[in-house]
């Protein structure tokens, strides 16, 4: 495998045309009549925290350029290895357990996973830089599904279990990804190239399905158990991916940043996440409204299958209805990255809250008609890209470079708790208030965003664009 200092070699045929996307030239500033490098005062983050400008010259945006590549080429890896196996889990449960009640255990397992790993992924990135934190996340996500592969083999329902929360670390590595685009990245491109980096993800994850059957056809001239093929993919595609990541993610974006602005990973700078956010008021608010938008997005997803097969549904319509879904949040994240470049992140995150809350009550009035279910579910999607491209682009920003993957990797635990509490609960709504009242309920929590925003605004700390940003310099003690 080869990684050339342009980019070319391995990237050159799934990633080249990121080249096209990220121009040699710094964006110009609307209204500044200069260039993306920051103003000699810095951000409110460098204010308070002795950061230096903004990366700037040709050399630096090389670096980002070839940065950005190799994280889609291992996004789609990564994408792939979730995508073979993530279904795949749910029959294996269901098969080893003896009874599909035990079949949703696939993805609480992966989901806690993910939650779990996210904070010491980051202090490993904050300790020794996103290379070494991503390859090991990817390698972890490989070991479980050779696991899986091994509880097959030996038909043991715990061993499986084990399996599936290693594999989680596939999600928390893809989760991480997005915010290593935005360590090298300017100001005015920063919500772009996280947002390449999600859209990536969709490649893999839409070849992954397609994977079932030639799995099954593999596993079986390996002698493999039946429903266990496809984690041979899995476990490669992980291995690959932490291969891209460790040979060819150099420079190192994170410890990269650290040297531009003057300081080191080491003990004396490091503080945690929690501690980071709690002088920080802007940044808890991206990650209040990245960890909401994702519990409504999964809350109602979660039951959507349900409610459809329940109304007379084929499995068909409600195979369209959910790639539908996927397709809303993954696709169009490139043209979220741009309005939140353009417009600021907390104009890209109340467009998202509009988003979501259009397709609740969609939901919520038109719950009888699979037509409008799938309108709803596509809304939702595509909300969902919003308020996470620009909560994400937000929370990069938001904190100095010393703190930022700590902060990350809380963003990241918050986001998938979230997601599993809103999985749990929206069980129990479905029955006590069907689909409509699911619906109605969980526009509470796009209303935790809209009046905190509001609030934030009133107070006088939430003027559009980046003034935001600078009434928010991290300071000791903030409300």
Request: glycine fraction near 14%.
């Amino acid at each position: 495998m080869a990684c050339s200092p342009e980019g070319k070699g391995w990237s050159g045929g799934i990633t080249g045309w990121v080249n096209r996307k990220i121009s040699h030239r710094r964006q110009r500033r609307p209204g500044s009549g200069g260039t993306a490098a920051e103003p000699a005062a810095g951000t409110a983050a460098d204010q308070a925290g002795g950061t230096a400008a903004e990366p700037a010259g040709s050399a630096d945006a090389r670096d980002q350029r070839r940065v950005v590549q190799v994280l889609a080429g291992a996004q789609i890896l990564g994408g792939i290895g979730m995508g073979a196996t993530l279904s795949l889990g749910a029959l294996l449960a269901a098969e080893l357990s003896g009874s599909s009640s035990w079949s949703g255990m696939a993805a609480t397992m992966s989901t806690l996973g993910a939650a779990v790993l996210a904070v010491p992924l980051a202090r490993l990135a904050q300790r020794s830089g996103r290379r070494i934190s991503l390859s090991t996340g990817a390698l972890i996500a490989g070991a479980g599904a050779v696991l899986a592969i091994t509880a097959a083999a030996v038909s043991q329902f715990p061993l499986l279990l084990l399996a599936l929360l290693l594999l989680g670390a596939g999600s928390a590595t893809n989760l991480q990804a997005r915010f290593a685009a935005t360590d090298l990245a300017s100001e005015a491109t920063r919500g772009r190239d996280l947002s390449l980096v999600v859209w990536f993800t969709t490649i893999g994850a839409v070849l992954g399905p397609n994977l079932f059957e030639p799995g099954e056809a593999l596993g079986a001239v390996l002698g493999l158990p039946p429903l266990s093929g496809a984690f041979v993919f899995s476990a490669v595609a992980q291995a690959a991916a932490a291969a891209v990541y460790a040979v060819c993610l150099r420079p190192d974006p994170l410890l990269r940043a650290l040297t531009l602005r003057g300081t080191a990973p080491g003990p004396e700078r490091r503080r945690g996440g929690l501690a980071a956010l709690r002088g920080n008021p802007l940044a808890r608010y991206a990650v209040l409204a990245i960890a909401c938008s994702h519990a409504a997005m999964v809350a109602l997803m979660s039951m959507t299958p349900v409610h459809l097969r329940d109304h007379g549904a084929s499995l068909a319509v409600v195979g369209l209805t959910i790639s539908l879904h996927v397709a809303g949040m993954f696709a169009f994240s490139p043209v979220f990255g741009w309005l939140a470049d353009r417009a600021g992140r907390i104009a890209g995150i109340l467009v998202g809250q509009a988003l979501l809350l259009g397709a609740l009550i969609l939901a919520w009035t038109g719950a009888e008609s699979a037509a409008a279910v799938t309108v709803s579910l596509i809304l939702l999607g595509l909300g969902w890209s919003a308020s996470v491209v620009s909560g994400s682009a937000l929370v990069a920003e938001s904190v100095i470079v010393p703190d930022r993957a700590a902060v990350q990797g809380v963003s990241d635990l918050s986001m998938n708790a979230a997601g599993a509490l809103g999985g749990a609960l929206a069980g129990p709504l479905l029955t006590a208030l069907g689909y409509s009242g699911l619906g109605l309920t969980v526009t509470g929590l796009v209303g935790v965003v809209v009046v905190w925003t509001a609030v934030r605004a009133f107070t006088g700390r939430a003027p559009a664009g980046r003034p935001l940003e600078a009434a928010d310099a991290p300071r000791a003690g903030g409300s």
